[in-house]
């Protein structure tokens, strides 16, 4: 059974940095995508980053892209998320996520099967 264990979050000041980090079992992690997705106060899920199996490639949502930077260390089955330059509309509860399928990079929620439980990011003003 996949877990992911999402940890890192905090209040911090606009302008400032933090990073995330996500930690997988259940499955062989270097084979799996893995991604973040943010939720802020009434609004939806939405797409942060992602990043293949392998670390090879990369994607981020236009909102984050220049500021966040997502890794993972596979002999340690993690996943960080490098947040700087933080903004208070980048406020909310990030989840890290494990593709379902093997190989392939993963944008929508859907091509996602196991979820953390979030960790609370708040940038304050």
């Known amino acids: 059974q996949v877990q992911l264990v999402e940890s890192g979050g905090r209040v911090v000041q606009a302008g400032g940095s933090l990073r995330l980090s996500c930690a997988a079992s259940?499955?062989?992690?270097?084979?799996?995508?893995m991604g973040w997705f943010r939720q802020a106060p009434g609004k939806e899920r939405e797409f942060v980053t992602t990043i293949t199996g392998s670390g090879g490639n990369t994607y981020y949502a236009d909102s984050v892209k220049g500021r966040f930077t997502i890794s993972r260390d596979n002999a340690k089955n993690t996943v960080y998320l490098q947040m700087n330059s933080l903004f208070p509309e980048d406020t909310a509860i990030y989840y890290c996520?494990?593709?379902?399928?093997?190989?392939?990079?993963?944008?929508?929620?859907?091509?996602?099967?196991?979820w953390g439980q979030g960790t609370q990011v708040t940038v304050s003003s």
């Open positions: 996520a494990e593709a379902l399928s093997v190989g392939r990079i993963a944008i929508q929620a859907y091509e996602y099967g196991f």
């Open positions: 259940g499955r062989t992690f270097s084979s799996y995508a």
